[in-house]
């Protein structure tokens, strides 16, 4: 029988397979044959179609959402689980530009940012999305966003480190910090030395989720069997809530991970209310002891298992404690256990201003307690190290919530310096002052001569002239040009002049809209914006006004794939 014949006639035995049709779509090679089914010859150029097509697939960026971007994600009702802060757009946007370094997304992947050309950001000012009819509004307004298959909107919130009047500290620097007293410790709170509220410094729900903390509905590489809740109903916490700090040491096992071998939690007057070597439940195939402090012979007659470690401290802990650490995340991973009231000293200190990149607990101790810890090669004390971090916290609640934090501080900065700025017209202030973020960002990496591929980074950004007085004084560098415009239409214009130009890898448009019902001339704006825009260009397009009180914004990413009409021209 012919290779054909095998391909198009139907054989007469019973327990013979029914002939395979292939439908034909848009995207298959064009061909005179009317017939349905495929002969060998056009099956196996079709198999060769397909085969290139998924080789040349591969080479174009992407975005892709973990399980963090899904929860910012709009539902039905105009509104999403766990809003995007500005910085995790920052990072998305500046690893784009620069690539792998410091700035990685933690919400999402952008594949093949190698193989970018151009990041390109719309911000229009003036839309809103506050309710579910607005975002039925919204999305039939502008088709252009599921024509060109846009991810689904995604809600970014204003984080409270913007709002210049949420702290009372007038430091300006770390070292300014640790090097005076403030004088409320010494007037106000003789007695109570705490002017920094112990509820500010909790970690929210959004940050458990970005660290990796433990969550019952957070799905994780590894199974969930055996982690249990440390009460079983809680208490609201307070600022006269206990505060108990727990550091743990581990060791490397037969399943290919780290199982627990000791816990150490010290109370707020640093005594150690519970301590214990635990015997792990698999063989342990490295004690770790440079890091760890874990011997053979200090877990010989150990005979206390993981599960009687966790009844312990569920009899210790009361329904409202704060539980303190240095990545605790790692400890209640060893411990099992789900706890909703967290202080991570990594998280509240942070010493070169980038939020992504945690300070080790032994550079901590030393810049702001004078401590040594972890000295010589016989691995870490945890108790000494809960000590560590009881003393951390104690500090930071004696001086500010910004202190010890670069980050905090610069974002402070920045807020009340846009704040002493001439009052401009813009509907959304809040949601905009964000914005300038992402392009001091953007200006102090360009200003250390970055390059990408050798061709030398520059950046444009085109505005309304009523929008450049916040923006102007504010960058230092050549390399990120801004230009005032006198309407929309000629912002539009320049911003897609300037997008021909790939050399500049940053472009920006900020536009305003006047009726906030006039979305059709959003939709044509939009399509205008991203017809200029040259293939293997990341595309972000933010919208002010959305969410309850109007000050979140709604975002749409997608990158613009080139067509692959040569690719069935060859076939």
Same mark, same amino acid.
């Given at each position: #029988?012919?290779?054909?014949?095998?391909?198009?006639?139907?054989?007469?035995?019973?327990?013979?397979?029914?002939?395979?049709?292939?439908?034909?779509?848009?995207?298959?090679?064009?061909?005179?044959?009317?017939?349905?089914?495929?002969?060998?010859?056009?099956?196996?150029?079709?198999?060769?179609?397909?085969?290139?097509?998924?080789?040349?697939?591969?080479?174009?960026?992407?975005?892709?959402?973990?399980?963090?971007?899904?929860?910012?994600?709009?539902?039905?009702? &105009?509104?999403?689980?766990?809003?995007?802060?500005?910085?995790?757009?920052?990072?998305?946007? !500046?690893?784009?530009?620069?690539?792998?370094? %410091?700035?990685?997304?933690?919400?999402?992947?952008?594949?093949?940012?190698?193989?970018?050309?151009?990041?390109?950001?719309?911000?229009?000012?003036?839309?809103?999305?506050?309710? +579910?009819?607005?975002?039925?509004?919204?999305?039939?307004?502008?088709? $252009?966003?599921?024509?060109?298959?846009?991810?689904?909107?995604?809600?970014?919130?204003?984080?409270?480190?913007?709002?210049?009047?949420?702290?009372?500290?007038?430091?300006?620097?770390?070292?300014?910090?640790?090097?005076?007293?403030?004088?409320?410790?010494?007037?106000?709170?003789?007695?109570? +030395?705490?002017?920094?509220?112990?509820?500010?410094?909790?970690?929210? !729900?959004?940050? $458990? $989720?970005?660290?990796?903390?433990? !969550?019952?509905?957070?799905?994780?590489?590894?199974?969930?069997?055996?982690?249990?809740?440390?009460?079983?109903?809680?208490?609201?916490?307070?600022?006269?809530?206990?505060?108990?700090?727990?550091?743990?040491? #581990?060791?490397?096992?037969?399943?290919?991970?780290?199982?627990? /071998?000791?816990?150490?939690?010290?109370?707020?007057?640093?005594?150690?209310?519970?301590?214990?070597?635990?015997?792990?439940?698999?063989?342990?195939?490295?004690?770790?002891?440079?890091?760890?402090?874990?011997?053979?012979?200090?877990? +010989?007659?150990? +005979?206390? /298992?993981?599960?009687?470690?966790?009844?312990?401290?569920?009899?210790?802990?009361?329904?409202?404690?704060?539980?303190?650490?240095?990545?605790?995340?790692?400890?209640?991973?060893?411990?099992?256990?789900?706890?909703?009231?967290?202080?991570?000293?990594?998280?509240?200190?942070?010493?070169?201003?980038?939020?992504?990149?945690?300070?080790?607990?032994?550079?901590?101790?030393?810049?702001?307690? =004078? $401590?040594?810890?972890?000295? &010589?090669?016989?691995?870490?004390?945890?108790?000494?190290?809960?000590?560590?971090?009881?003393?951390?916290?104690?500090?930071?609640?004696?001086?500010?919530?910004?202190?010890? =934090?670069?980050?905090?501080?610069?974002?402070?900065?920045?807020?009340?310096?846009?704040?002493? %700025?001439?009052?401009?017209?813009?509907?959304?202030?809040?949601?905009?002052?964000?914005?300038?973020?992402?392009?001091?960002?953007?200006?102090?990496?360009?200003?250390?001569?970055?390059?990408?591929?050798?061709?030398?980074?520059?950046?444009?950004?085109?505005?309304?002239?009523?929008?450049?007085?916040?923006?102007?004084?504010?960058?230092? /560098?050549?390399?990120?040009?801004?230009?005032?415009?006198?309407?929309?239409?000629?912002?539009?214009?320049?911003?897609?002049?300037? #997008?021909?130009?790939?050399?500049?890898?940053?472009?920006?448009?900020?536009?305003?809209?006047?009726?906030?019902?006039?979305?059709?001339?959003?939709?044509?704006?939009?399509?205008?914006?991203?017809?200029?825009?040259?293939?293997?260009?990341?595309?972000?397009?933010?919208?002010?006004?959305?969410?309850?009180?109007?000050?979140?914004?709604?975002?749409?990413?997608?990158?613009?794939?080139?067509?692959?009409?040569?690719?069935?021209?060859?076939?």
């Amino acid at each position: #029988m012919s290779a054909k014949r095998k391909l198009t006639d139907k054989s007469s035995s019973p327990s013979a397979q029914p002939v395979v049709k292939y439908k034909r779509t848009c995207q298959q090679p064009a061909n005179k044959s009317t017939n349905d089914t495929l002969t060998k010859e056009e099956y196996l150029k079709l198999k060769l179609y397909l085969k290139e097509k998924k080789k040349i697939l591969k080479t174009f960026p992407r975005i892709l959402l973990n399980a963090r971007g899904h929860l910012s994600q709009l539902n039905e009702s &105009g509104f999403s689980e766990c809003p995007l802060l500005p910085t995790d757009l920052n990072e998305l946007i !500046l690893y784009s530009v620069y690539g792998p370094g %410091k700035y990685v997304p933690k919400w999402s992947s952008l594949e093949m940012q190698c193989n970018l050309n151009q990041t390109c950001v719309l911000i229009i000012d003036g839309c809103e999305v506050k309710t +579910k009819e607005d975002l039925s509004n919204f999305n039939n307004s502008l088709p $252009m966003f599921s024509k060109y298959k846009f991810l689904p909107p995604i809600e970014v919130e204003l984080p409270p480190s913007w709002c210049a009047d949420n702290d009372t500290d007038t430091t300006t620097s770390i070292t300014d910090d640790i090097a005076s007293e403030s004088p409320l410790i010494e007037k106000e709170n003789v007695e109570k +030395k705490e002017i920094c509220s112990r509820t500010r410094l909790l970690m929210s !729900l959004n940050q $458990m $989720m970005i660290h990796n903390y433990p !969550l019952p509905t957070n799905k994780r590489q590894f199974t969930m069997d055996g982690f249990r809740f440390t009460k079983s109903h809680y208490l609201p916490v307070t600022d006269d809530s206990p505060m108990f700090a727990i550091d743990c040491e #581990m060791c490397y096992t037969s399943i290919g991970r780290n199982e627990l /071998t000791r816990v150490s939690i010290v109370n707020e007057q640093l005594d150690v209310i519970y301590e214990s070597f635990v015997k792990p439940s698999n063989k342990i195939t490295n004690y770790l002891t440079v890091y760890s402090g874990i011997t053979a012979s200090k877990l +010989k007659n150990v +005979k206390t /298992t993981l599960a009687d470690v966790q009844e312990d401290i569920i009899k210790l802990l009361t329904p409202d404690s704060i539980l303190i650490g240095q990545s605790l995340n790692c400890d209640l991973d060893a411990l099992k256990l789900f706890h909703p009231y967290i202080i991570d000293t990594s998280v509240i200190f942070n010493l070169n201003g980038n939020k992504g990149c945690k300070s080790k607990l032994k550079l901590l101790a030393k810049y702001f307690l =004078d $401590m040594n810890i972890q000295c &010589g090669n016989l691995g870490h004390d945890s108790i000494e190290d809960s000590r560590a971090t009881m003393l951390l916290v104690q500090l930071k609640l004696c001086k500010s919530l910004t202190y010890g =934090d670069a980050y905090l501080i610069g974002q402070k900065r920045l807020a009340e310096f846009v704040n002493k %700025k001439t009052k401009i017209n813009v509907k959304h202030i809040e949601t905009f002052k964000k914005f300038l973020a992402l392009l001091q960002s953007v200006s102090e990496s360009s200003a250390k001569g970055d390059y990408h591929f050798n061709i030398k980074i520059t950046s444009k950004v085109h505005l309304k002239k009523n929008l450049m007085a916040a923006y102007d004084n504010i960058f230092s /560098t050549s390399k990120l040009s801004i230009e005032e415009h006198s309407t929309n239409k000629v912002v539009l214009e320049s911003v897609c002049k300037s #997008m021909e130009d790939t050399t500049n890898r940053f472009c920006m448009a900020h536009m305003q809209l006047k009726n906030k019902n006039n979305l059709d001339l959003v939709n044509r704006w939009c399509e205008k914006y991203w017809a200029a825009m040259s293939s293997f260009a990341l595309c972000a397009v933010l919208f002010t006004g959305c969410g309850a009180e109007g000050k979140n914004s709604v975002c749409l990413l997608n990158v613009k794939q080139p067509p692959l009409n040569h690719l069935q021209d060859k076939f």
